[in-house]
């Protein structure tokens, strides 16, 4: 995939607004690519495409955060198409995992029948950002060693 | 630096702060190489990788357990420690530069030239005369060996550099008497409770006969015992483990060099993130996330070794968490290697190692 | 070290195996199979074992996919390694539903007559149960040896904690034990003078192979305001204070334990793997120990079978299950033992034939070794086979802490709550120790899955907002679980029925179960204890119970979800005769002469100790008597006629 795809930029750039991750860190955990294949497999090319439309026309609508907050509240989460899928994007990046839409999402959107619940990849589950946002590490996965558990969780501040 | 014959303890000191240096700068391209691979691809090939970073942390242990025995103190953060890369090994090899690139084949044929067993053998023994030196006329900034003659010269392999410092530690117990001479306080050892791993045992080094063993353990660990492809333990020595990955085929015990029998190593070159050779900070936008990263893996990095360097220098028990910082630094590094650099089509990031650029974190 | 660079195959196949007659044949490859199966190997004998699983596990490549199934698995119950074999089934928690009345629960493997639905579950693979056991290892106190004769509660066991004690000691140095003998130094019961000893539960400065596993930094947040809790309790009081826990992963070895390991300090051991791959040092606090260790820093019994494998003396034989043993009605000895060898987990198609040998060891664990022999048609004397089925029932209470003491840090758990474990009052209500778990709520609530899904879908919160409320609701969690003793009655039992089978044709174990009183007072006394803790810490207390939940007990008005402990047990308990038990104390069966019943189905009581260690001891001790047996008949081979009684009856 060439990462410069003007569309993976814009995946990115939501990423970043749902998570609260810079691009660097989105792009560090190395599935960056993957869950952008995902979302576009599973929801189909043009709700996809929708939805990095309506975000791209809200950043250019808003002139600061309190105004981009509303947008997206307004136009994605609150939205019986767009918002599903944005809240899907967010838990995949926090634990790797797409879950399944709900029924009448299915219904009146659904266009494939790979959506059910499921671990993008080994890595994705890896690279959960839940673990990094509580200052722990995924359960199984990049440990930190002996005896590191002694001393108060280093949380992030955000 | 510049080492010469091994006539007093100070000479010894130096030698073993090389071997120190030598063992640690292995260890940045060798990571770098293992992180470079896509996840969950290469795998194979990374347990082989990871399994030689293992023993050369052993031997970077063995080699300050030495130093401390005959009362030396290892010096891991001494400017200059780590080497600016490409550069030559400390020990004066210098037909061939060691990079921080990523995992390829060019890659693995020079970690063949880093653990290359010794050129000769003589009656199948470690050569007692170092036939292989040669001279040179270029610019070094590691050491080289100046003869009696006044001559400078380059050791061929790291064995050869070991079997040197093994007659100097022989000569100078005999010279000064082995408890004269193994003078150094025993609690500065690094003992079995403080380093073991599946890579083979930590020896404190107390007498002539322990820290020999210390470096036999080193160079047969590196290029085999006596020409064979296993050392005395039977185990693979890293050229061999290396060549595994360049044949793409596993070694059986009791196959002879060169031809593998075992199963095929699977290896995928694509799946590598293409990074910047030999990456400087400078290579990285300032005020780019990619830049700030690095800085702060090189700030770690050097923290790391200054942590390190402490256990060495009579706080043994700080090496347990100082070793749970690597799991740190491997996060940061993925990080990295996972970003392109900004403005560079198709070319990755990856740490530098330059930390003698970044002022330390905290002192330990 | 483990650095096989050669091809050795360890697994033999079922033709191979059927031609030969081994000195010893053992079903199960965990821990109790290990032990024993490397114990009389190294002592010339040879030995088989029968393995339900697949055993390519011991591969290192092996392992990897064990661990990219349980990464990839959308359900991280305690047997997610592992990819599902109807061949061989094993019990799945997440798929543990209610129990209707009237009507046996037959979803899972297995048949759940209730009352009580219990969610426990082992494992059918090379090295057993041990695959996802937590690792923790106290040992058994001096009393829970002596129910009866102390509290007229229970069973006494045919043999004392003091006569166990230095088997004990060969099960920590097995195992590979991280702890602190001080630690586990509370005030406890002697047995003779039915008073609080003051003698050490270890004797001779006894220390343990490392030293005890860091506590958490929330052990140490909890400790703070929990230390010095006084109570009183049927008379005794009590003081409480947080205490590490003995575990069996590496750690830093106790210079001191040379003197028990031969003048040497005390050398861990690595990661099981047969080809260049040098990993398993200390533990890296992965907060994975069940369901699986990703740098086997945690002991499991594969440790063991490898060393067993080794001595070239031993053969492995996977994917096969014991279907029947078959004795002789003549001598009442074990002749043989029928198998069903399957070659594809995904075929029903299987081969069989009979295994041979002089000795016979069912290793298989409480419930499978139960199911084996009832399966067989082979009842006891006693009539207690497959009865006295015990399991520790575990009841979780989980708050808020005032601040961020961190979870999923650490191993699953480091300390707890031991005092409560020993005193007069057992002879009314159950003992129990608690756990302070490092990994939050998840036991209780799924977290920290269901607090993410709930702060997006229900709390509307994304980005900067989403991860704060992350911190808030996960980084503060607190649970206790309260393991509660649980005694032994012969209406909870495994029991067959032709009915209901697996998809080789192999009898399903029938569970009934119910949670005694006795046990059900402890839990209740543990819900107020746990509120009394949560007022000293200030925690939020979000302890819910749901009349749902397929563990709901109702007890005195009260409703509590009870969880099952893994801690099966007692299915053919041992005792001083064939009419009041199935085995003696080395764990030989009353009945068959010339077969032993290992594991902690001979266990009469399970105190308030996680029942490996205490299993890992008897196994010690019931291999010297295999060993013994084993000379004997090699002493007197050329003699024709049957060299054991028998006592059949």
């Known amino acids: 995939m060439d990462i410069n795809l003007i569309e993976f930029q814009f995946f990115l750039k939501l990423s970043e607004k749902l998570t609260a991750f810079t691009s660097f860190q989105l792009q560090g955990t190395g599935v960056a690519e993957a869950y952008y294949s995902t979302v576009k497999n599973v929801v189909g090319v043009t709700i996809f495409q929708e939805l990095i439309d309506t975000f791209n026309k809200i950043q250019t609508d808003s002139d600061d955060e309190t105004s981009l907050d509303k947008e997206i509240r307004h136009r994605i989460l609150s939205n019986s198409k767009l918002g599903p899928v944005a809240r899907n994007i967010i838990k995949m990046w926090f634990v790797g995992t797409w879950y399944q839409l709900p029924n009448y999402w299915l219904e009146k959107y659904g266009v494939s029948n790979s959506d059910s619940t499921f671990v993008v990849s080994e890595n994705a589950y890896k690279e959960g950002l839940l673990w990094p946002t509580i200052g722990a590490h995924p359960m199984g996965a990049k440990a930190p060693g002996y005896g590191t558990w002694e001393d108060p969780p280093k949380i992030p501040t955000v | ?364 | 070290m483990s650095n096989d660079h050669s091809k050795i195959t360890y697994t033999i196949d079922h033709s191979t195996a059927s031609q030969k007659v081994y000195d010893v044949v053992i079903v199960g490859s965990g821990i109790s199979g290990s032990i024993l199966a490397n114990e009389i190997a190294k002592e010339g004998f040879s030995v088989l074992i029968v393995e339900a699983g697949p055993g390519k596990d011991l591969s290192l490549t092996g392992y990897e996919k064990l661990l990219n199934t349980f990464y990839t698995a959308v359900t991280k119950d305690n047997n997610a390694p592992y990819k599902s074999n109807p061949n061989a089934p094993m019990p799945r928690s997440p798929k543990v539903q209610k129990a209707r009345l009237g009507h046996p629960n037959t979803d899972n493997y297995m048949v759940q007559n209730g009352p009580f639905v219990t969610d426990t579950s082992y494992s059918r693979v090379v090295g057993g149960t041990t695959m996802h056991w937590e690792a923790k290892t106290p040992r058994m106190l001096p009393e829970d040896f002596k129910m009866r004769t102390l509290f007229d509660k229970g069973l006494d066991w045919p043999i004392t904690y003091r006569e166990l004690q230095p088997y004990y000691r060969m099960a920590e140095k097995e195992i590979g034990v991280s702890g602190n003998v001080e630690s586990q130094e509370f005030k406890h019961l002697d047995p003779i003078t039915k008073e609080f000893s003051e003698t050490s539960l270890y004797a001779d400065n006894y220390v343990y192979p490392m030293h005890q596993m860091p506590p958490s930094y929330l052990d140490k947040c909890v400790a703070k305001d929990i230390n010095g809790t006084t109570l009183e309790l049927d008379g005794d009081k009590k003081e409480l204070k947080v205490r590490s826990f003995p575990q069996g992963r590496n750690g830093i070895p106790n210079v001191e334990y040379r003197k028990y390991n031969n003048g040497e300090v005390y050398r861990p051991v690595a990661a099981v793997s047969s080809h260049q791959a040098e990993i398993g040092e200390r533990c890296q606090g992965n907060n994975n120990c069940t369901p699986i260790c990703p740098v086997q820093a945690k002991y499991d019994a594969r440790k063991t079978l490898a060393k067993a494998l080794r001595t070239g003396r031993v053969d492995l034989l996977p994917q096969t299950i014991a279907s029947k043993v078959v004795v002789n009605p003549e001598n009442g000895r074990v002749t043989s033992i029928e198998y069903k060898n399957y070659k594809d987990v995904n075929s029903s198609e299987y081969e069989s034939g009979v295994l041979k040998g002089k000795i016979f060891i069912l290793a298989a664990n409480a419930i499978e070794n139960a199911r084996l022999m009832l399966a067989s048609g082979l009842k006891s004397t006693s009539n207690l086979m497959g009865k006295n089925f015990m399991d520790h029932p575990y009841l979780l209470c989980w708050g808020l802490l005032p601040e961020n003491t961190g979870t999923f840090r650490g191993t699953i758990c480091t300390s707890g709550i031991s005092d409560i474990r020993s005193g007069h009052f057992r002879r009314k209500q159950a003992a129990f120790a608690v756990d302070i778990h490092n990994d939050g709520w998840g036991w209780a609530t799924g977290s920290p899955y269901t607090n993410l899904l709930d702060i997006v879908d229900n709390k509307n919160k994304y980005g900067t907002a989403l991860r704060k409320e992350l911190v808030s609701q996960v980084s503060r969690q607190l649970l206790l679980a309260f393991m509660v003793e649980m005694l032994p009655e012969t209406s909870n039992k495994i029991s067959v029925n032709p009915q209901y089978r697996d998809r080789l044709g192999n009898m399903r174990p029938v569970v009934s179960f119910h949670v005694p009183d006795y046990s059900m007072e402890g839990v209740a006394y543990g819900r107020e204890l746990s509120k009394q803790l949560f007022q000293r810490l200030g925690a939020e207390d979000y302890s819910i119970y749901d009349p749902l939940d397929y563990g709901y007990v109702n007890y005195n008005g009260s409703g509590y979800a009870i969880r099952g402990g893994n801690h099966i047990a007692g299915t053919h308990i041992m005792g001083t005769s064939e009419r009041n038990s199935v085995v003696n104390f080395k764990q030989r069966s009353w009945d068959y002469d010339n077969l032993f019943l290992i594991g902690a189905g001979s266990m009469p009581t399970i105190g308030t100790s996680n029942t490996t260690l205490t299993m890992a001891a008897m196994c010690f001790l019931s291999a010297e008597e295999v060993i013994k047996d084993l000379k004997k008949i090699t002493s007197k081979t050329e003699i024709a006629s049957p060299i054991y009684n028998s006592i059949s009856g």
């Open chain 2, 1 to 364: 630096m510049t080492l010469r014959e091994i006539n007093d303890v100070e000479d010894l000191y130096e030698y073993l702060y090389a071997a120190i240096q030598l063992e640690h700068a292995t260890i940045p391209p060798y990571i770098t190489s293992m992180y470079t691979m896509k996840p969950n691809s290469n795998l194979e090939a990374y347990n082989v990788i990871r399994v030689i970073v293992v023993e050369e942390m052993l031997h970077l242990t063995l080699a300050a357990n030495v130093l401390n025995a005959i009362g030396g103190a290892p010096n891991l953060i001494k400017e200059g420690f780590v080497p600016e890369f490409p550069t030559y090994l400390p020990n004066g090899e210098e037909d061939f530069e060691v990079n921080i690139e990523s995992f390829s084949p060019k890659t693995i044929d020079n970690f063949l030239m880093i653990e290359r067993p010794a050129r000769e053998y003589q009656d199948g023994h470690v050569p007692k005369q170092f036939t292989s030196f040669k001279n040179t006329s270029r610019k070094r900034i590691l050491p080289t060996y100046i003869s009696a003659e006044g001559e400078e010269k380059h050791f061929y392999s790291i064995g050869e550099f070991y079997a040197f410092i093994g007659e100097g530690l022989t000569k100078l117990s005999l010279k000064l008497g082995e408890e004269e001479f193994f003078k150094g306080d025993p609690e500065r050892q690094i003992t079995p409770e403080y380093y073991y791993s599946g890579g083979g045992e930590i020896i404190p080094v107390t007498n002539l006969e322990s820290a020999l063993e210390a470096i036999r353990l080193i160079s047969e660990q590196g290029e085999g015992f006596e020409g064979a492809i296993y050392d005395n333990e039977g185990e693979l020595s890293h050229y061999y483990r290396f060549e595994q990955i360049k044949l793409g085929r596993y070694y059986l015990a009791g196959d002879t060099a060169g031809n593998p029998k075992g199963k095929e190593l699977t290896i995928d070159w694509d799946a590598v993130y293409n990074i910047k050779t030999n990456p400087k900070m400078e290579d990285y936008p300032e005020e780019s996330e990619l830049y700030e990263a690095n800085v702060k893996f090189n700030t770690y990095y050097k923290n790391f070794l200054a942590k390190i360097n402490d256990a060495f220098n009579g706080n043994p028990q700080n090496l347990i968490p100082a070793i749970g910082e690597m799991f740190v630094l491997k996060n940061m590094a993925y990080e990295l290697i996972h970003n392109p650099i900004p403005g560079k089509e198709g070319v990755y990031g990856a740490p530098t190692f330059e930390v003698d650029k970044v002022p330390e974190i905290s002192k330990v």
